[in-house]
């Protein structure tokens, strides 16, 4: 049984490793990766697994732990996962932290910090207990230090420790290290409200009376709605014909027949709806930008001027650079793909399958536009889930030039940052070619 999970970084060990023995001192079980990991086992399965096992998160967060992608996975499956947190701060403050991750500080809500002042690590173990115990976790009846000095010598109740974890989970763990420990995790869990406790209950009945009348009014106010709609615009034009030039007279047929109203006469040529012909007005960025400049392939971008290079995300011969926010989400990754094929449903889910995503699914229509200079481009929503998991949702605009698709994936994890579709396509239209086809 592991009651609290210790997330940190190596250079951070010894803090993970006294704190853990002060907390089994006390009668708490506790779990941290030098010490209880087993070898030959996937690290991300022994993780992911004492993460769900564990009751409590304690986080120790220092200067150089805060650029941790390590423990940005952490945090994050605890969140997934419900967990409270107890952050630790040793040499940064609570405003350095929250104005540096972002992320952290959403994922731990309004939990307290515990700075490491002069006293130490025994200084504040009193205060780390008393949050545990606050959060409803109690010791054992006997502390590892009692249970050592009547049983066992210290080294052997450390390796006792080790083995009631492995004879619980060692089957399992090696499963996951099997190659599929991408299955469990390209699912992360949903979040879940936390438990609400001594909720007082409400009448059952009333409660679906209400519910049943506020359904009932919905329906009566939607059919008056569609009755006076209908009886009131006859013959309102479908808002997909809006695009069509009402100055332009119709060509008059040789001999129409009297009882056809002029109006249903289909012009020589109608645009379909969902392209744009004409490039959009030049506008002023929303947003302090920087420009990426790709010289073999001849074109630039511009996205906000905080985001830095993300080189861990380019997996693939298909990707050409990407760039994100500084606390993890959003994100901007450059693709290039053969243009051998239309452009399609089928060929995108293709794509995003390549470039080792999963479950990619087109949420939106694939429109056809046409970019300042003329190039022909598609655009789009996507959403798939990682290759570390993720359920990502994308604003996407594939440019063709030169036998290429230039792709502009502009994506964000929602929990973290909400699909933002405005910004999303301002910062994708920034794209830019410099050559000729």
Same mark, same amino acid.
């Given at each position: 049984?592991?009651?609290?999970?210790?997330?940190?970084?190596?250079?951070?060990?010894?803090?993970?490793?006294?704190?853990?023995?002060?907390? !089994?001192? /006390?009668?708490?079980?506790?779990?941290?990766y #030098?010490?209880d990991? @087993?070898?030959?086992? =996937? $690290?991300? *399965?022994q993780?992911?697994?004492?993460?769900?096992?564990?009751?409590?998160?304690?986080?120790?967060?220092?200067?150089?732990?805060?650029?941790?992608?390590?423990?940005?996975?952490?945090?994050?499956?605890?969140?997934?996962?419900?967990?409270?947190?107890?952050?630790?701060?040793?040499?940064?403050?609570?405003?350095?932290?929250?104005?540096?991750?972002?992320?952290?500080?959403?994922?731990?809500?309004?939990?307290?910090?515990?700075?490491?002042?002069h006293?130490?690590?025994?200084?504040?173990?009193?205060?780390?207990?008393?949050?545990l115990?606050?959060?409803?976790?109690?010791?054992?009846?006997?502390?590892?230090s !009692?249970? /050592?000095?009547?049983?066992t010598?210290?080294? #052997?109740?450390?390796? @006792?420790?080790?083995? =009631? $974890?492995? *004879?619980?989970?060692?089957?399992?763990?090696?499963?996951?290290?099997?190659?599929?420990?991408?299955?469990?995790?390209?699912?992360?869990?949903?979040?879940?409200?936390?438990?609400?406790?001594?909720?007082?209950?409400?009448?059952?009945?009333?409660?679906?009376?209400?519910v049943?009348?506020?359904?009932?009014?919905?329906?009566?106010?939607?059919?008056?709605?569609?009755?006076?709609?209908?009886?009131?615009?006859?013959?309102?034009?479908?808002?997909?014909?809006?695009?069509?030039?009402?100055?332009?007279?119709?060509?008059?047929?040789?001999?129409?027949?009297?009882?056809?109203?002029?109006?249903?006469?289909?012009? !020589?040529?109608?645009?379909?709806?969902?392209?744009?012909? #004409?490039?959009?007005?030049?506008?002023?960025? =929303?947003?302090? *930008?920087?420009?990426?400049?790709?010289?073999?392939?001849?074109?630039?971008?511009?996205?906000?001027?905080?985001?830095?290079?993300?080189?861990?995300?380019?997996?693939?011969?298909?990707?050409?650079?990407?760039?994100?926010?500084?606390?993890?989400?959003?994100?901007?990754?450059?693709?290039?793909?053969?243009?051998?094929?239309?452009?399609?449903?089928?060929?995108?889910?293709?794509?995003?399958?390549?470039?080792?995503?999963?479950?990619?699914?087109?949420?939106?229509?694939?429109?056809?536009?046409?970019?300042?200079?003329?190039?022909?481009?598609?655009?789009?929503?996507?959403?798939?889930?990682?290759?570390?998991?993720?359920?990502?949702?994308?604003?996407?605009?594939?440019? #063709?030039?030169?036998?290429?698709?230039?792709?502009?994936?502009?994506?964000?994890?929602?929990?973290?940052?909400?699909?933002?579709?405005t910004?999303?396509?301002?910062?994708?239209?920034?794209?830019?070619?410099?050559?000729?086809?």
């Amino acid at each position: 049984m592991i009651q609290v999970f210790i997330s940190h970084i190596e250079q951070d060990r010894n803090i993970a490793e006294e704190i853990a023995r002060r907390l !089994e001192d /006390a009668g708490y079980a506790a779990w941290h990766y #030098e010490r209880d990991s @087993l070898p030959g086992v =996937s $690290y991300l *399965a022994q993780v992911g697994d004492a993460i769900e096992q564990a009751e409590v998160i304690v986080v120790i967060i220092s200067p150089k732990a805060l650029d941790s992608r390590q423990m940005s996975s952490e945090i994050i499956r605890s969140y997934e996962c419900n967990k409270p947190f107890i952050p630790i701060l040793h040499n940064i403050t609570h405003v350095e932290f929250q104005q540096r991750q972002p992320i952290w500080r959403q994922a731990m809500v309004a939990s307290t910090s515990i700075p490491i002042l002069h006293g130490g690590i025994p200084a504040i173990i009193p205060r780390i207990i008393a949050g545990l115990k606050a959060l409803g976790l109690q010791p054992n009846l006997k502390s590892s230090s !009692e249970q /050592a000095a009547v049983t066992t010598p210290a080294s #052997e109740s450390t390796i @006792l420790h080790k083995d =009631s $974890y492995s *004879a619980s989970k060692l089957k399992s763990l090696k499963w996951r290290s099997q190659g599929n420990e991408s299955k469990i995790m390209s699912k992360p869990k949903p979040i879940t409200k936390p438990k609400v406790i001594n909720k007082p209950k409400t009448k059952a009945p009333l409660r679906w009376a209400a519910v049943v009348v506020g359904i009932v009014l919905f329906l009566v106010a939607g059919v008056v709605g569609i009755y006076f709609f209908v009886s009131g615009h006859p013959s309102t034009p479908s808002a997909n014909m809006t695009s069509l030039d009402t100055t332009t007279p119709l060509p008059e047929a040789e001999s129409p027949p009297e009882t056809m109203p002029p109006e249903t006469m289909p012009p !020589e040529t109608t645009p379909p709806p969902d392209i744009s012909t #004409e490039p959009p007005p030049p506008a002023e960025l =929303s947003f302090a *930008a920087k420009t990426y400049t790709n010289e073999r392939y001849g074109f630039s971008i511009q996205f906000p001027a905080d985001w830095v290079e993300r080189s861990d995300l380019k997996l693939t011969a298909y990707h050409l650079d990407a760039f994100a926010a500084a606390g993890l989400v959003p994100g901007l990754i450059l693709y290039a793909f053969e243009a051998n094929i239309p452009e399609s449903n089928d060929w995108i889910i293709e794509t995003v399958k390549i470039s080792r995503n999963a479950n990619p699914q087109v949420v939106s229509p694939i429109k056809e536009e046409r970019l300042p200079d003329g190039t022909k481009a598609y655009t789009y929503k996507i959403k798939y889930v990682s290759s570390t998991g993720y359920e990502i949702s994308s604003y996407v605009l594939d440019a #063709e030039k030169n036998s290429k698709r230039i792709r502009v994936n502009v994506w964000t994890i929602d929990i973290w940052f909400p699909y933002d579709e405005t910004l999303f396509s301002e910062i994708a239209h920034t794209l830019r070619f410099t050559t000729e086809e």
